[in-house]
């Protein structure tokens, strides 16, 4: 199939690049040009989205069988693509789990679950899927939308429950104690990229997957509190969890912390059994320890773990935390 896939270069899509080729698709990037390369044998079109007319022409032009979009944030990206990809064999969507919120009517969500999202993300990625339903649906624009929900590998990093950064790791190689958000038992799932490439790979050309929507997560779910474990025990050093409630956190810094209100707080797990039985392609075969062992090794020779040393936040809030309840 000739594929064109906007952006290319990201955590996940750079992955998608990869397994198209493996595939033996005819793959074209659509991106700024400003973020990473792509392999040698896929074609490259530089250009921005929204830049609308010149990119519907182009898209047109193409005369592409599929297209896998990355890039759509927005109900106006979506209806932009619609105009674009008009008489397309096969679009896909990249959405997100952060459109049905953290209020759950039940464990785990499935893709009927009602969504309220709480982010602007998630409200915004919601209107595009929305959009893009409703043109299935009017039209027979032959959408399938796909929604990852934490989805690592060696361009993203390794994230943490509490925050958005990378000290973490070098403070469990220095016996340095983590903060958690209250007991760390919230429950998670994690999905290696190279996995979810076989997700966004599998859909393409099933008739059956038009018009429908499929969580990209693994069949399984972890702790945070074992997340971290098995963080100390890739790294090779065990450490103390100090575990904080979520409020206490918020009052201290809501900017830092707000992705564990949005959602790392939470128990937020999801089924992968829909598309698990529409797409034979998609078994995850990456463990989390497998996983974690090679994004820290890239990270280790790309110099992407700071210094913990020079970040005095953690310890901060530990030691009044800690100080705070000695006291008591």
Known sequence: MKVIVLGGTGNISGSIVDRLLELGHEVT???????????????????DRHD???????MQRGRFDAAIDMISFTEEDALTSIEAFRGIGHFVQCSTVCTYGVDYNWLPVTEDHPQRPISGYGRDKAAADHALLAA???????????KPSTTYGPRSGMLRQVAWDFSWIDRIRKGKPILICG????LHSFLHVSDAAKGFAGVLGKANCIGQVYHLVPQSFITWEDYHR????VLGR????????????LAIDPQRFDICREIFAHNTYYSASKLTRDVSEFVPTVTLEEGMRQVFHVMEQDGRIPDSDLETWEDSIIGRYLGMHKEF
């Open 183 to 186: 007991d760390g038992k919230a």
């Open 230 to 233: 098995t963080a100390m025990k």
């Open 238 to 249: 065990e450490v103390e969890l100090i575990g904080v409630p979520l409020q206490t956190l």
């Open 52 to 58: 609308k007319d010149t990119f519907i022409q182009t």
């Open 29 to 47: 990037c659509f991106n700024r040009g400003k973020s990473g390369e792509v392999p040698a044998a896929v074609n490259v079109i530089i250009g």
């Open 136 to 146: 299935y649906h009017k039209e027979g624009f032959p959408v399938t939308i796909i």
